[in-house]
């Protein structure tokens, strides 16, 4: 079948069709580009592109290419050759491209989210715990369909199988090589389909107190918490400094500008989400999965962020955004049982689910005790301090008391404020401690 170019076909007017974000099926097309010296050159330079072309089919089986696509790597961390050996994409569309094949009409640009490697389910990234293989767009890409299903705006995003052709005939690489990858709606134009006039930075944004609803607020972090997903950050009020909102007021959260000094959060990029990988290797440095009678990793993750709301609302805000995820929760677990998921990765993706809706469905589990007023923490009823930082506060969850001994009380912790996690180094907090009765409760935040 003869190769048509794309802007003959748009010329005779022979390209309609739906886009590329209106179906969850597979999309397959070739990519090819010199690959080796973007890889070489980009990672370190976020200026170096390089040019290369898109084929694929259409509809009457006729193959199409779209020349003079300028592609550049995206990300942060993942650029790193110790992260992703083949690394994310982000491709720019020629002016007459963004109409040159049905399913890309109208797009500018697009996000593809790649393998990153080649590794065995079972092993992460070193630095930043990625799952470097096929199964990763196709877990990220299950994260976008469950937070549609979650009511939750998000990036659009469709699965792809690529095939990615080395057109350097000097590389010594592979020359082709056909991976599962992940399309990702651009950021601007998720903000244009959802209203806004344009995207707030980074630098530009204040706190989520002031732009956000609690709505949209509580949505982003109750999102997070059932995706397992640590690698974000927002600025709740000025004084926040929960995890990395001290450097980044917001961080993989595209903002769109709403217009009156109003708007609204756009979640975005979960390749690290624990959803994706089945867990976190800083986990231990943060937490202790004894902190709950399963010993469940996923369990602490998830109850980490979902007790920590409790800290940012009062009762009627809570209890409505629960109503909210709640009443979609049918439709969360018939997105999974759509989904394209590998075996571990259902099971990992249930695991998170069923923890998240356990954690906010009754009053008696979300309502759970917690320090009510700041006390310190003691390695034994001697009340020998823990370490310097053993202060602990308002809103971090306890377990079930373990042993008693006049006004104190054994309990486990839970470091739902990270205020013990690296630089900090309390080890001893994530162990037993005891602590004052009197300043535990379940009435926090006061009704």
Known sequence: MPVISARLLLTLGLLTGPS??????????????????????????????????????????????????????????????????????????????????????????????????????????????????????????????????????????????????????????????????????????????LGGKGEITEHEFTTAREQFTPADTLAVVFAQAALGNFDWCLKMTADDTYRCDRRHPVWNIAVADLGGGKARPVLQDFDVSGIVTGGHPWFTDVFNAAFVPSHSPIEVEVLAQVQRTRTLYPRTELDRARAAFAARKTQAFEALDASRLDPDGRRIARAYLDAFFTAIESDAAFYRPVVVSETKAFLDSARRPVCQAATVPPGTPVSDPMARDGSLVQVMLLDALWRWAPPTHCKGIRGPVWIEADAISREFPVK
């Open 20 to 193: 590329l974000f209106s179906t969850h099926d597979p999309v397959r097309f070739q990519l090819t580009a010199p690959f080796a010296e973007l890889f070489e050159n980009a990672r370190d330079d976020d200026s170096y592109t390089v040019t290369g072309s898109l084929t694929t089919t259409i509809a009457n089986g006729q193959s199409v290419t779209i020349d003079d696509l300028t592609i550049a790597l995206r990300g942060n961390t993942s650029r790193r050759e110790t992260e992703c050996a083949f690394p994310k994409l982000k491709v720019t569309l020629p002016p007459h491209g963004s109409a040159s094949v049905p399913e890309f009409a109208g797009l500018k640009s697009l996000k593809i989210g790649t393998h990153c490697g080649e590794a065995p389910n079972n092993k992460l990234t070193r630095r930043f715990g990625r799952l470097a293989n096929q199964q990763s767009p196709l877990r990220e890409g299950f994260v976008y369909s469950l937070l549609a299903a979650l009511g939750v705006p998000a990036l659009k995003a469709r699965p792809a199988v690529i095939t990615y052709v080395e057109s350097d005939s000097a590389s010594s690489g592979p020359r082709a090589v056909e991976r599962n990858a992940l399309l990702l709606e651009d950021s601007d134009e998720a903000i244009e389909r």
